[in-house]
């Protein structure tokens, strides 16, 4: 009996522990993600539909893999900007500081070895500020922005 009732005691404790050993290491690291868990259900029910789980898009190209692709846009002018306003996150129905945790979260899940040093996390006002005002012409903008990410891979080899 007593020790049905010492296995009751200890079980809620264990279960923190087994909870806080599953979470990734760096999972508290991540600048602008203050709950990865909730980031990654955003991504879930909001982009992965079109993305994908792993970020990889459609076979057609036509949703672009986010593999060593996503943060480069993080390394020329309006790439920042890009990212929020192209329309799956624009459009996204979820407020700013989420939005601006997915997008956090996503660069560093799908494309961690490019985002530049000097990154740093979106912010909701940031966020806010650059969903307000929407692409016109996705397309060329986005042609635009990997000609110039092109451009800078040649000139540093
Ligand atoms: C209906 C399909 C769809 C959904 C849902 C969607 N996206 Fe996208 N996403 C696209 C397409 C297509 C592109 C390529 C640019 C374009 O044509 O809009 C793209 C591009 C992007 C890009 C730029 C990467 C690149 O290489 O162009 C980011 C960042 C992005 N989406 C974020 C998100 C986020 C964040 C969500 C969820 C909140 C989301 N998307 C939901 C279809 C979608």
Redesign the pocket.
């Known amino acids: 009996m007593w020790h049905a009732f010492r296995f009751l005691l200890l079980s809620p404790v264990l279960m923190a522990a087994i909870a806080v050993a599953n979470e990734p290491a760096t999972a508290s690291a991540t600048p602008g993600v203050s709950d990865p868990a909730r980031s990654r259900i955003d991504y879930m029910l909001?982009?992965q539909?079109?993305?994908g789980p792993d970020g990889s898009g459609t076979r057609d190209g036509?949703?672009?893999k986010?593999e060593d692709?996503?943060a480069k846009f993080l390394t020329v002018p309006g790439g920042r900007e890009f990212?929020v306003q192209?329309?799956?996150?624009a459009n996204?129905a979820?407020p700013a500081d989420r939005?601006a945790a997915?997008?956090n979260w996503?660069v560093l899940t799908f494309d961690s070895s490019n985002v530049p040093a000097d990154f740093s996390a979106y912010s909701a006002d940031e966020v806010a500020k650059f969903r307000s005002t929407p692409l016109s012409d996705?397309?060329k903008v986005?042609a635009e922005l990997i000609k110039m990410i092109e451009a800078s891979n040649t000139g540093s080899r």
């Open positions: 909001h982009c539909g079109c993305h036509v949703v672009p986010l692709q996503l990212l192209v329309p799956g996150s996204a979820l939005l997915v997008l996503m996705v397309s986005r």
